[in-house]
């Protein structure tokens, strides 16, 4: 079974002009509603301040808060505040959590947040690359804390996920493994990066590379690293950005390469973590191929949840 969970507050953050905009959320759900998924999402509740607060600096999200209270603007050249944004951003940062909750308590074995804004350039004390809260390291703390240890974080967005890592790098019972556009924004992400105890594994990836590579990425670097890390739980940042239709970045991946990963991803899930993976949406700025590329991960993990129930479990006891 498969759930998805949305912030209907994400509405309130958007500023004229700028790429991360509420529309990119509505054409995902239009192309789920479209397709014969047969899936709704829910909305999801705030994160609790607790956990934000394990993952951010105390100070930093009262600086947050007051910017939104004070009406907002832009904290760098690139992210923006509004006076609804922290609503927006603690609930996209609850749908993980959220999701997380239902993958542990068994009401769901794949689950996405379809939520903005993103989050995974959200360092502990500093918002950058459109993110205000890091939403998939919020939701990583909750599971902590519901007994889970080793736990992966895959990001296949196109830009590297400098928060994520930022946070986590010294976690020897994280795994942060990234695929992403370089050089490009942010900077971070070199192949030389490993984190504290070898639990990093970016694989940097030079402009025009396609699915061949993107793929050979995934398969022959990342998914031996996950098999010999034995995650408990898959936590995705998941980023469309690295379309070939997408305007904001150079890699060429298509639709039919997201389909392939998600498979990739479901089989990790089932060999390592009891079929479970929670999804946060990151980036993706062209919207038909967003929510065709989403779409298309979301068939591979519903067929897997409907019609591999039984594969499931006996794959899970061998791995
Ligand atoms: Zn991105």
């Known amino acids: ?7 209907p507050a994400q509405i309130g953050h958007q500023a004229d002009g700028h790429p991360e905009r509420p529309e990119r959320v509505a054409a995902v759900i239009e192309a789920i509603a479209k397709s014969d998924l047969g899936l709704v999402p829910e909305p999801a509740p705030d994160a609790p301040e607790a956990l934000i607060q394990r993952v951010h600096d105390s100070s930093y999200v009262a600086m947050l808060d007051r910017a939104a209270a004070s009406g ?10 509004t006076e609804l944004s922290m609503v927006a951003a603690r609930t996209a940062a609850g749908a993980v959590v959220e999701g997380v ?20 350039h959200a360092e502990h004390a500093k918002a950058m690359g459109f993110c205000l809260l890091n939403n998939i390291g919020i939701g990583l703390v909750a599971a902590r804390d519901r007994g889970i240890r080793r736990i992966a974080v895959l990001d296949f967005d196109v830009h590297h996920g400098n928060g994520t890592q930022h946070s986590f790098e010294s976690d020897p019972e994280v795994f942060y493994a990234s695929t992403h556009q370089y050089p490009f924004y942010p900077g971070t992400g070199r192949a030389a990066d490993r984190g ?9 990836l030079p402009a025009g590379t396609s699915d061949r590579a993107f793929l050979g990425a995934w398969e022959k670097k990342i998914g031996p690293a996950v098999d010999i890390f034995r995650p408990e739980l898959l936590l995705v940042s998941a980023g469309f950005d690295a379309h070939e239709d997408d305007q904001l970045a150079g890699l060429e991946v298509t639709t039919n390469g ?12 089932i060999a390592h ?19 065709d590329s989403v779409v298309a991960c979301l068939e591979v993990l519903h067929h897997q949840a409907t019609d591999g129930g039984g594969r499931v479990d006996s794959q899970a006891d061998r791995g």
Do not use: C, F
């Open 258 to 269: 997201y389909r392939e990963l998600a498979r990739m991803i479901k089989g990790w899930s």
């Open 101 to 120: 909750h239902r993958v542990l308590d068994g009401k769901a074995q794949h689950v996405l947040a379809i939520v903005r804004p993103p989050g995974h």
């Open 273 to 291: 973590s009891g079929g479970r993976s929670v999804w946060a949406l990151e980036g993706g700025y062209n919207l038909k191929a967003l929510g």
């Open 196 to 204: 504290t105890h070898g639990n990093v594994l970016n694989l940097p």
């Open 1 to 7: 079974m498969i759930a998805l969970l949305a912030n």
């Open 72 to 81: 907002g603007g832009y904290l760098d050249p690139d992210t923006y505040i």
